[in-house]
C-alpha cells in the first residue's frame, strides 16, 4: 500500500467531451449536412469538416456548453477517482469564451469533480501528474508522466504512445497501476 | 550558455495584480468608508473587512476584470521574459465568473503574453515551473520548483520562503538565476 496517491490529468475535448460528435451536429444544424466520424476519420478535427466550419465553431457562444459526454466517460471517472488524484485538464485558453462554458459543463456532468481539480491551460507542458489521458500527441510528447493516448479519428495513424481505444480500456489499464 | 530556458509561474492576485487594493477600493465604493492597506496588515485577504465584504465581492461581476495592476509588475515582466519561459498560473477556478474577467484582465494589461503561457487551477500542486512567484504560502509549500514568497499584507509574519517585496526586487532575485 502505498502512502500517496497517484495523480492523473485527464483532457476534456475527445477524452471525456465527445467534441467531434458535437462538430457534425453543428455542421448538420448549420449546413444541412450529416457527415459520420468514420468520413472524418485521419484528419485533424479542425480541418475535418468543409468551409473551416469547425474553426469557426469552436469561438461561438454554446458550442463548448453543448457537447455530449464521451460514452462511458462518467462511470469510469468516478471509478478511477477511487484510488486516484483526478485533475481535468483542458487547453481552453485559446478560446476565451470556452472558459465559463468548460467550467459550466463539469459542474453540470461531473459535479463530484472538485474546483481544485480542474485546469484550464494552454500548452499542457508544465503540468506534471503521474499520468495523461489525451486525444493529442503534442500534449503527450511532453508529458512529464505517463502518456496514454486516448483514441479519436485524428489520431488512429500514432503509434507511439500506449493507446486507450475507450473508457472501458483506459479503467483496465489504470487497474494495473494503482499501488 | 543553457540550451532549455527555466521557466517561472508567476501568480495573478497579489503579485501582478493588486487585488489587495482592490478590495480596498471596492469597499469604500459600497460601505462608504476607506480602509488603508496598513490596517489591514497581518490579516487574510478574505477575511480583513468587515461584514465578509471580500468574500462577497470575489463572486460579483466586475471584480476581478477591474483589479489595478501591481506597480511595476508590467515592466518586470517584459524584462524577465528574455530569459524565461514566463506562465501566469492563477487560482481562479474557485470562482467561476472571474475566469473570462482574468482572461480578459490579462489581455489588457499583458497583451504579450501569449494564450500558451496561461493557467488558470484550482490547486497549484501539479504545476512544474523552476520558480514560483506567489503570495500564498499553500501554493508555494508544495511547489515543485524554487519559491519565492511575494510579500502581501496577509504574508508578513512567513520567514519560511524566500522573500520578494516588490517587483524590483523579483527582477534582482532572478538575474541571478539566469543560466
Chains 1, 2 share one sequence.
Not at 25 to 48: I, P, T
Amino acid at each position: 500500500m502505498s502512502t500517496k496517491r497517484k495523480s492523473i490529468a485527464i483532457d476534456m475535448d475527445g477524452v471525456i467531451a465527445d467534441t467531434a460528435q458535437q462538430f457534425l451536429n453543428w455542421y448538420e444544424m448549420k449546413y444541412g449536412v450529416r457527415f459520420s466520424k468514420q468520413q472524418l476519420q485521419g484528419k485533424s478535427e479542425l480541418e475535418a469538416l468543409p468551409d473551416g466550419a469547425a474553426r469557426k465553431f469552436v469561438f461561438e457562444p454554446g458550442f463548448f456548453r453543448g457537447v455530449p459526454v464521451m460514452e462511458g466517460a462518467r462511470e469510469a471517472v468516478m471509478e478511477l477517482m477511487e484510488n486516484f488524484d483526478l485533475y481535468i485538464v483542458s487547453a481552453a485558453m485559446e478560446f476565451p469564451q470556452s472558459l465559463s462554458e468548460k467550467r459550466e459543463w463539469l459542474q453540470e456532468h461531473f459535479p463530484f469533480i472538485s474546483w481544485r481539480n480542474i485546469i484550464f491551460c494552454g500548452d499542457k507542458s508544465v503540468i506534471a501528474t503521474d499520468y495523461m489521458i489525451d486525444d493529442h500527441v503534442k500534449n503527450l510528447d511532453c508529458c512529464k508522466g505517463r502518456p496514454y493516448l486516448f483514441t479519436a479519428g485524428h489520431n488512429l495513424s500514432i503509434d507511439r504512445h500506449f493507446r486507450v481505444n475507450n473508457w472501458k480500456e483506459v479503467v483496465e489499464a489504470m487497474r494495473g497501476e494503482i499501488m
